[in-house]
């Protein structure tokens, strides 16, 4: 044990906290120091020095008073048993963090999306799709349009009811094109086509306006699987260009009426 003895005040600046905060550790039982002065000042010896380091350890990795109490009170475990577990702690810590922001970019790009379901909501409708990582992306590209406030503003009335049913609808449709594409239909066919139109349609009612020239400019970010969310080539590779050529050939077939 160290024979040497600290003030308070001297202890206070050794450690980087306040007189105060040592004043109330003791005053709650939680570091009492050893000895007192002559005149009754507080005197810290270096274990009780140690002690406080752990203390402020076990704070800063958020341990409630009862917690940080229990882990002074065990006897059984040496100072290099308390090293190694505050480093596994801290590791614990330093791992979750990475975790804890992407968590937090997910939630900021869903809204970004104007998407306001819980997180097991958005789990449920859209599983484990890339929709929230394109938000920035999107939004950079499109923020300032008409279009994509109409988007944001639609989205974020939608409850996770909705959500399913918007999405079964676009399934639909997208099923239907695969399984034309599948059988070696050409996208100019008048069927193929028709899916285009029911596809633009699907947009209009429930996303942003979307005319003939709106669904002819969106191809070129489905040609580039610049979707949000689940691009046509991540279904099938081809799908993409079919999609973009489908949509052309109906722009061009109803512009022409």
Not at 20 to 29: A, F, P, Q, S, V
Not at 40 to 69: C, H, M, N, P, S
Not at 146 to 151: D, F, K, V, Y
Not at 227 to 245: C, E, K, M, Q, T
Request: hydrophobic share 40%.
């Amino acid at each position: 044990m160290s024979t040497e003895e600290y003030t308070v005040g001297v202890v206070a600046k050794m450690a980087g906290v306040s007189v105060r905060t040592l004043h109330h550790d003791d005053e709650i039982g939680l570091l009492e120091p050893e000895g007192r002065s002559s005149t009754g000042y507080r005197l810290y010896t270096g274990d009780d020095v140690r002690k406080l380091q752990r203390i402020l350890f076990y704070r800063e990795l958020d341990f409630d008073l009862e917690a940080i109490r229990a882990l002074l009170a065990d006897q059984a475990s040496t100072d290099v048993d308390r090293l190694h577990q505050q480093r596994r702690l801290l590791t614990e810590r330093i791992a979750r963090h990475p975790a804890m922001v992407a968590l937090i970019d997910k939630e900021l790009n869903a809204r970004t999306l104007g998407i306001t379901l819980t997180p097991h909501e958005r789990l449920e409708v859209f599983g484990s799709s890339v929709l929230e990582e394109n938000a920035a992306q999107a939004e950079e590209r499109w923020g300032g349009s008409e279009l994509w406030q109409q988007r944001k503003l639609r989205a974020s009335a939608y409850s996770a009811e909705d959500w399913l049913e918007i999405r079964a609808e676009q399934s639909r449709i997208h099923l239907r094109v695969l399984d034309s594409m599948n059988a070696g239909i050409p996208a100019t066919d008048s069927s193929v086509m028709d899916l285009a139109e029911e596809y633009r349609l699907h947009l209009h009612r429930r996303f942003h306006d979307c005319d003939y020239g709106t669904h002819r400019s969106a191809t070129e970010s489905y040609l580039a699987n610049e979707r949000i969310g689940l691009n046509f080539d991540d279904v099938a590779p081809g799908l993409s260009r079919y999609v973009h050529d489908a949509i052309i050939a109906n722009t061009e077939r109803m512009m022409d009426v």
